[in-house]
């Protein structure tokens, strides 16, 4: 292996890593993925869940180019449950519990068994670079790779530093060291580095909770999927997740320990997610709500651990085990790993390219946590894609591109470009203004064209896509044609959700636009709804007739808006110059260096005023 | 690149046309500072007023009075500003104006004091439209609505229904982003109620809206009927009654002719298509009656000008009304008519052009027509980009109580998000990060 030259050089083994090294891969690339332990690739080191509003459809657009996100949790997924399932198919979200074992041996699998992966196990100590253009690496024993491409995954590693109570101490996620040597070499290159928090709850003995005491809440039935792909694999077990709650007495518990938390007693600068607050934050920030929830998740079907989402904390051990005993179910529970906060250095994302390569070093590009972001879906997602780049960098082929309208992944880069990270940054599908069109269910027709044409996904996946496509071509047309008399068995039917009767002649697709008639209530009448309609079919196709007139809006806003979006703005535009700007919008615009006045537009603060100020210099 | 900084100094004459008590010469720029200088031989106090004498370069006194210096940013432009207040009248003014020409200034475009002071972000888009407006302001009532638009009270109004309307959004956002919490108090009812409460005020705001845009923008009317209805003579009691700004002087007496007008505050432009027959064989005429049917198409108000004693009850248009455009049918000549016999159509106006007889009613009936309410108190200087905003925001508004009806939380919160973006357009983008930062502060959310 040595001497051997890499097109992709990935560092880094978790969800960004994973996904880089294995898009790479697929894409034809030979690939090296470094980490620091081989055993440890495709850990989930918070909570145990994959997906979630917003996320899940960030996972259906990793799986719809063919990554491994999608498949591994459904090979690991021991609960589902799909969020929204009563609102409609825009916003429905599916949330799958994974055993940690069994998504770190799929992802593992993956990995391990393709045959232009190599991986080495060695800390990373320094980056090789040449007229500003990344070469490849050194690693902690001295060893040289030669590479093209480097992609930087380096999660909570750079820099990182545990809390509990007073005691801190480094550390990359509890067990494991810091990348101290690269974290100081990265610091030395001209990117703006910044540091944020994270935290995590302390996980529980499960022989030690009593169980009967709490909320059970089951998963769905039937099982759900997050891949696309027909599952061949048997799957997993199902079991329940559990619900319980803070009281009064934890509160003060926690309230009469403030002093002792590193985020009350200044220990701690990194800025915290506002929507992942620690325990103490909840209780300090709305010292009127008399409880908080707590859900109870499931560490793997043969774990003997559990995971008490809700109640992250950096208090010292002995508080932690204090407050937990004084929640309904948990009286007796054992602490089986402390709870802490981790703070890490990450890099201004503002500072890099819309293919996530670097602006000051070439062939570079940083994917997850190292910009700022939060969540496996968020970091694989963005591996995905820096993976993608990387390798079409290496072979000389046009960057790939995700418009705000095409994707979640398109709103990630772009939101991460144009707002930089102020806080861990977390997808919601209020962050999506396109977010009718970017559904869970369409994302493999939203993106599988494009995953083919770079061949990022097999012969196979591409076979079963088409025919669903095909499939859903077929069924808008047979409810364009397909006509309802009044008095027909047909209307009888449908008039049994209506509360009048039809008196005239009506198309199919002119009764599903109704909002009391969709599928689900035509299942019985076999011209209404064929025996041999698939149910991801009429889904897709129930949310084309439904959101139609929402959705032709949104396509005329969309070409509206796509000039701006292709109206460059020169990258040595002299902002500083124009005095009509006041100084912190060009201090902004000089940080940001805007591609495009679509992406100004975005950028928080520069204003409407602001934009057309800078129009009127391109025009002059 | 060029910079507004190294823009040329400009300059112009401030106060209006014709002889007047004082006359000032307005000058902005980088070079203003110096040519002050130049004048007073020493450096000028900002705001402070130097008596001084301007004199030619042959020593021959041109004017005597105020100089006063304002010091960018704290001034209109944002740039060195300088005013000088001499004697009215067109002579000594444009003397002035050359005067500061010949020290190194050049002539300001129009409009291009109030274009400095946007572009230095002295005013937002909709405060530098309200300059404008004021400008150019074609009646009383525009000019004091330009000047509360100018104060920011259109923008105030606005502000206050985007608040709202971001209140309603952080409920339904946080309903779809966090639908596992447990939000105290997150119902649907209120929401409804609290958006039918908006909607009944962004309808009145949009009434308010257009009034202002019917007052700043004016609009159009026009007479139409058949020769000898009396047009010509309803034409000249309403220019003459309702002082006439502009005659236009027109090529032949077959072609348009128009008039000014200030409508109890609506500046109204009339025309009149005098002596027009359908039915002409005139080549002249014939070019006439295109222009009136162009005009026609173009008017907001149709005035259908009618003999009393004439039995042919037909009014059609001969394309129909456009959805903007209204009419009014007038009888004309009822000094001729024995009242008691004519039968009265309820939406007519019976007039007599020539002895003014019920021209009190057609001017109530045609700024009823118009949308004009005499309530001016409140009114703003709009623009039609404003009045489309709000149109939209309430076209979302509406949207969004169906689909509450329809149980459809998303597309509810699609419609929100439209009107929000709608009234964005007036005052300014929010970021979906910021809508956040709300939803935070209102609910503890999170794991």
């Given at each position: 292996?040595?001497?051997?030259?890499?097109?992709?050089?990935?560092?880094?083994?978790?969800?960004?890593?994973?996904?880089?090294?294995?898009?790479?891969?697929?894409?034809?690339?030979?690939?090296?993925?470094?980490?620091?332990q081989?055993?440890?690739?495709?850990?989930?080191?918070?909570?145990?869940?994959?997906?979630g509003?917003?996320?899940?459809?960030?996972?259906?657009?990793?799986?719809?180019?063919?990554?491994?996100?999608?498949?591994?949790?459904?090979?690991?997924?021991?609960h589902?449950?799909?969020?929204?399932?009563?609102k409609?198919?825009?916003?429905?979200?599916?949330?799958?519990?994974?055993?940690?074992?069994?998504?770190?041996?799929?992802?593992?699998?993956?990995?391990?068994?393709?045959?232009?992966?190599?991986?080495?196990q060695?800390?990373?100590?320094d980056?090789?670079?040449?007229?500003?253009?990344?070469?490849?690496?050194?690693?902690?024993?001295?060893?040289?790779?030669?590479?093209?491409?480097?992609?930087?995954?380096t999660?909570?590693?750079?820099?990182?530093v545990?809390?509990?109570?007073?005691t801190?101490?480094?550390?990359?996620?509890?067990?494991?060291?810091?990348?101290?040597?690269?974290?100081?070499?990265?610091?030395?290159?001209?990117?703006?580095?910044?540091?944020?928090?994270?935290?995590?709850?302390?996980?529980?003995?499960?022989?030690?909770?009593?169980?009967?005491?709490?909320?059970?809440?089951?998963?769905?039935n039937?099982?759900?999927?997050?891949?696309?792909?027909?599952?061949?694999?048997?799957?997993p077990?199902?079991?329940?997740?559990?619900?319980?709650?803070?009281?009064?007495?934890?509160?003060?518990?926690?309230?009469?320990?403030?002093?002792?938390?590193?985020?009350?007693?200044?220990?701690?600068?990194?800025?915290?997610?506002?929507?992942c607050?620690?325990?103490?934050?909840?209780?300090?920030?709305?010292?009127?709500?008399?409880?908080?929830?707590?859900?109870?998740?499931?560490?793997?079907?043969?774990?003997?651990?559990?995971?008490?989402?809700?109640?992250?904390?950096?208090?010292p051990?002995?508080?932690?085990?204090?407050?937990?005993?004084?929640?309904?179910?948990?009286?007796?529970?054992?602490?089986?790993?402390?709870?802490?906060?981790?703070?890490?250095?990450?890099?201004?994302?503002?500072?890099?390219?819309?293919?996530?390569?670097?602006?000051y070093?070439?062939?570079?590009?940083?994917?997850?946590?190292?910009?700022?972001t939060?969540?496996?879906?968020?970091?694989?997602?963005?591996g995905?894609?820096?993976g993608?780049?990387?390798?079409?960098?290496?072979?000389?082929?046009?960057?790939?591109?995700?418009?705000?309208?095409?994707?979640y992944?398109?709103?990630?880069?772009?939101?991460?470009?144009?707002?930089?990270?102020?806080?861990?940054?977390?997808?919601?599908?209020?962050?999506?203004?396109?977010?009718?069109?970017l559904?869970?269910?369409?994302?493999?027709?939203?993106?599988?064209?494009?995953?083919?044409?770079?061949?990022l996904?097999?012969?196979e996946r591409?076979?079963?896509?088409?025919?669903?496509?095909?499939?859903?071509?077929?069924?808008?047309?047979?409810?364009?044609?397909?006509?309802?008399?009044?008095g027909?068995?047909?209307?009888?039917?449908v008039?049994?959700?209506?509360?009048?009767?039809?008196?005239?002649?009506?198309?199919?697709?002119?009764?599903?636009?109704?909002?009391?008639?969709?599928?689900?209530?035509?299942?019985?009448d076999?011209?209404?709804?064929?025996?041999?309609?698939?149910?991801?079919?009429?889904?897709?196709?129930?949310?084309?007739v439904?959101?139609?007139?929402?959705?032709?809006?949104?396509?005329?806003?969309?070409?509206?808006?796509?000039?701006h979006?292709?109206?460059?703005?020169?990258?040595?535009?002299?902002?500083?110059?124009?005095?009509?700007?006041s100084?912190?919008?060009?201090?902004?615009?000089?940080?940001?260096?805007?591609?495009?006045?679509?992406?100004?537009?975005?950028?928080?603060?520069?204003?409407?005023?602001?934009?057309?100020?800078?129009l009127?210099?391109?025009?002059? | 690149?060029?910079?507004?900084?190294?823009?040329?100094?400009?300059a112009?004459?401030a106060?209006?046309?014709?002889?007047?008590?004082?006359?000032?010469?307005?000058?902005?720029?980088?070079?203003?500072?110096?040519?002050?200088?130049?004048?007073?031989?020493?450096?000028?106090?900002?705001?402070?007023a130097?008596?001084?004498k301007?004199?030619?370069?042959?020593?021959?006194?041109?004017?005597?009075?105020?100089?006063?210096?304002?010091?960018?940013?704290?001034?209109?432009?944002?740039?060195?500003?300088?005013?000088?207040?001499?004697?009215?009248?067109?002579?000594?003014?444009?003397?002035?104006?050359?005067?500061?020409?010949?020290?190194?200034?050049?002539?300001?475009?129009?409009?291009?004091?109030?274009?400095?002071?946007?572009?230095?972000?002295?005013?937002?888009?909709?405060?530098?439209?309200?300059?404008?407006d004021?400008?150019?302001?074609?009646?009383k009532?525009?000019?004091?609505?330009?000047?509360?638009?100018?104060?920011?009270?259109?923008?105030?109004?606005?502000?206050?229904?985007?608040?709202?309307?971001?209140?309603?959004?952080?409920?339904?956002?946080?309903?779809?982003?966090?639908?596992?919490?447990?939000?105290?108090?997150?119902?649907?009812?209120?929401?409804a109620?609290?958006?039918?409460?908006?909607?009944?005020?962004?309808?009145?705001?949009?009434?308010?809206?257009?009034?202002?845009?019917?007052?700043?923008s004016?609009?159009?009317?026009?007479?139409?009927?058949?020769?000898?209805?009396?047009?010509?003579?309803?034409?000249?009691?309403?220019?003459?009654?309702d002082?006439?700004?502009?005659?236009?002087?027109?090529?032949?007496t077959?072609?348009?002719?128009?008039?000014?007008?200030?409508?109890?505050?609506?500046?109204?432009?009339?025309?009149?298509?005098?002596?027009?027959?359908?039915?002409?064989?005139?080549?002249?005429?014939?070019?006439?009656?295109?222009?009136?049917?162009?005009?026609?198409?173009?008017?907001d108000?149709?005035?259908?000008?009618?003999?009393?004693?004439?039995?042919?009850l037909?009014?059609?248009?001969?394309?129909?009304?456009?959805?903007?455009?209204k009419?009014?049918i007038?009888?004309?000549?009822?000094?001729l008519?024995?009242?008691?016999?004519?039968?009265?159509?309820?939406?007519?106006?019976?007039?007599?052009?020539?002895?003014?007889?019920g021209?009190?009613?057609?001017?109530?009936?045609?700024?009823?027509?118009?949308?004009?309410?005499?309530?001016?108190?409140?009114?703003?200087?709009?623009?039609?980009?404003?009045?489309?905003?709000?149109?939209?925001?309430?076209?979302?508004?509406?949207?969004?109580?169906?689909?509450?009806?329809?149980?459809?939380?998303?597309?509810?919160?699609?419609?929100?998000?439209?009107?929000?973006?709608?009234?964005?357009e007036?005052?300014?983008?929010?970021?979906?990060?910021?809508?956040?930062?709300?939803?935070?502060?209102?609910f503890?959310?999170?794991?």
């Amino acid at each position: 292996m040595l001497g051997k030259y890499f097109d992709v050089i990935v560092v880094g083994g978790g969800h960004a890593g994973t996904e880089a090294a294995h898009a790479a891969a697929r894409m034809g690339a030979e690939v090296l993925l470094v980490t620091h332990q081989i055993e440890t690739v495709g850990q989930m080191s918070c909570n145990p869940a994959i997906g979630g509003i917003g996320k899940s459809h960030l996972v259906k657009e990793i799986d719809a180019l063919g990554g491994v996100m999608g498949q591994c949790a459904d090979q690991a997924g021991i609960h589902y449950r799909i969020l929204n399932a009563s609102k409609g198919p825009a916003v429905r979200a599916t949330r799958a519990q994974a055993d940690r074992q069994l998504y770190k041996q799929a992802v593992q699998s993956f990995i391990l068994n393709h045959e232009r992966i190599s991986l080495f196990q060695d800390s990373v100590e320094d980056l090789m670079i040449e007229n500003d253009c990344v070469k490849g690496i050194i690693t902690n024993t001295g060893v040289k790779f030669f590479c093209h491409s480097v992609v930087l995954t380096t999660g909570t590693f750079l820099g990182g530093v545990i809390h509990i109570g007073p005691t801190h101490f480094q550390g990359g996620r509890a067990g494991d060291p810091p990348s101290n040597q690269l974290a100081k070499r990265l610091r030395a290159l001209p990117f703006r580095v910044g540091r944020l928090k994270t935290g995590t709850p302390p996980r529980l003995d499960k022989r030690t909770v009593r169980l009967d005491e709490l909320e059970v809440q089951w998963g769905e039935n039937p099982l759900p999927q997050l891949s696309f792909l027909k599952s061949s694999m048997p799957r997993p077990e199902q079991v329940p997740c559990y619900i319980t709650y803070t009281n009064e007495k934890t509160h003060e518990i926690i309230r009469s320990n403030l002093s002792q938390s590193p985020l009350f007693s200044g220990n701690i600068t990194g800025r915290g997610p506002r929507y992942c607050p620690s325990i103490e934050d909840k209780i300090h920030r709305f010292s009127e709500k008399d409880r908080h929830q707590i859900f109870v998740e499931p560490e793997g079907l043969k774990s003997v651990e559990l995971y008490p989402s809700g109640i992250s904390t950096s208090l010292p051990y002995a508080v932690q085990e204090q407050y937990i005993r004084s929640i309904a179910g948990f009286e007796n529970a054992k602490i089986t790993r402390p709870g802490y906060a981790i703070e890490y250095d990450f890099f201004d994302p503002r500072d890099l390219r819309s293919n996530l390569e670097t602006q000051y070093i070439e062939n570079l590009f940083f994917a997850g946590q190292i910009n700022g972001t939060t969540g496996y879906e968020e970091a694989a997602a963005q591996g995905i894609y820096a993976g993608i780049n990387a390798t079409l960098k290496a072979q000389n082929k046009p960057a790939f591109f995700l418009r705000r309208d095409e994707a979640y992944l398109g709103v990630l880069i772009d939101d991460l470009r144009t707002q930089g990270a102020p806080e861990p940054y977390r997808m919601f599908t209020s962050r999506a203004e396109y977010r009718l069109l970017l559904r869970e269910d369409n994302a493999d027709l939203r993106l599988t064209d494009r995953a083919h044409e770079m061949g990022l996904i097999d012969k196979e996946r591409f076979k079963q896509f088409s025919s669903k496509r095909e499939n859903i071509a077929e069924e808008l047309l047979r409810i364009k044609k397909l006509v309802v008399h009044p008095g027909t068995e047909q209307a009888v039917w449908v008039e049994k959700h209506l509360d009048h009767q039809l008196t005239k002649e009506y198309h199919l697709q002119e009764l599903l636009l109704r909002p009391e008639i969709n599928y689900e209530k035509l299942k019985g009448d076999e011209k209404l709804y064929p025996a041999d309609l698939c149910s991801m079919v009429s889904a897709q196709v129930e949310a084309q007739v439904k959101y139609a007139g929402y959705i032709n809006r949104q396509q005329e806003e969309i070409e509206r808006h796509k000039k701006h979006e292709t109206t460059k703005l020169p990258s040595d535009f002299a902002y500083d110059k124009i005095t009509a700007l006041s100084a912190e919008v060009r201090e902004k615009l000089m940080q940001h260096r805007p591609e495009t006045i679509g992406m100004a537009s975005r950028i928080p603060g520069v204003t409407p005023a602001a934009i057309s100020v800078l129009l009127v210099y391109l025009r002059d | 690149m060029k910079t507004y900084t190294n823009r040329a100094t400009i300059a112009a004459i401030a106060t209006a046309q014709g002889p007047g008590g004082i006359g000032i010469v307005r000058l902005s720029g980088a070079y203003t500072q110096k040519i002050a200088q130049n004048i007073l031989g020493k450096a000028p106090r900002p705001r402070y007023a130097h008596y001084t004498k301007l004199v030619d370069s042959q020593g021959s006194l041109i004017d005597e009075g105020v100089l006063v210096f304002f010091k960018g940013p704290h001034s209109f432009t944002g740039e060195d500003v300088l005013e000088f207040q001499g004697h009215g009248g067109t002579f000594v003014l444009q003397s002035v104006l050359e005067y500061f020409l010949g020290q190194g200034a050049v002539l300001a475009g129009p409009g291009e004091f109030t274009q400095r002071a946007y572009l230095n972000q002295k005013m937002d888009l909709a405060q530098a439209e309200a300059v404008a407006d004021l400008i150019t302001a074609g009646s009383k009532t525009a000019a004091r609505a330009a000047m509360q638009s100018l104060s920011g009270r259109f923008s105030e109004q606005v502000r206050a229904l985007h608040d709202r309307l971001v209140e309603l959004r952080v409920w339904v956002e946080a309903f779809i982003d966090f639908p596992e919490e447990d939000l105290e108090g997150l119902q649907f009812s209120p929401v409804a109620a609290a958006l039918q409460g908006l909607l009944t005020d962004l309808q009145q705001f949009l009434a308010l809206t257009q009034q202002g845009e019917l007052i700043t923008s004016g609009a159009t009317a026009i007479i139409v009927g058949k020769p000898n209805a009396g047009k010509s003579s309803l034409f000249n009691t309403l220019a003459a009654e309702d002082k006439a700004i502009v005659t236009d002087i027109a090529g032949t007496t077959r072609d348009l002719i128009e008039v000014r007008i200030d409508l109890a505050g609506v500046p109204l432009k009339l025309i009149d298509t005098a002596g027009l027959r359908e039915d002409s064989h005139d080549p002249i005429e014939k070019i006439g009656i295109e222009r009136a049917q162009q005009a026609l198409s173009r008017a907001d108000l149709i005035l259908w000008v009618k003999d009393i004693a004439d039995k042919d009850l037909s009014f059609v248009l001969p394309h129909g009304l456009a959805a903007h455009q209204k009419q009014i049918i007038v009888y004309n000549k009822v000094d001729l008519q024995d009242n008691q016999k004519t039968h009265k159509e309820e939406d007519a106006v019976y007039i007599s052009a020539k002895n003014s007889q019920g021209m009190d009613a057609l001017r109530e009936a045609m700024k009823k027509a118009l949308g004009h309410h005499s309530n001016v108190d409140g009114l703003v200087s709009a623009r039609h980009r404003h009045v489309q905003a709000i149109k939209q925001a309430l076209v979302g508004v509406e949207q969004g109580i169906n689909c509450i009806q329809m149980d459809s939380i998303e597309l509810l919160a699609q419609s929100l998000r439209d009107a929000h973006e709608a009234l964005g357009e007036i005052l300014g983008k929010m970021t979906a990060d910021e809508m956040l930062g709300k939803i935070f502060s209102t609910f503890c959310i999170g794991k």
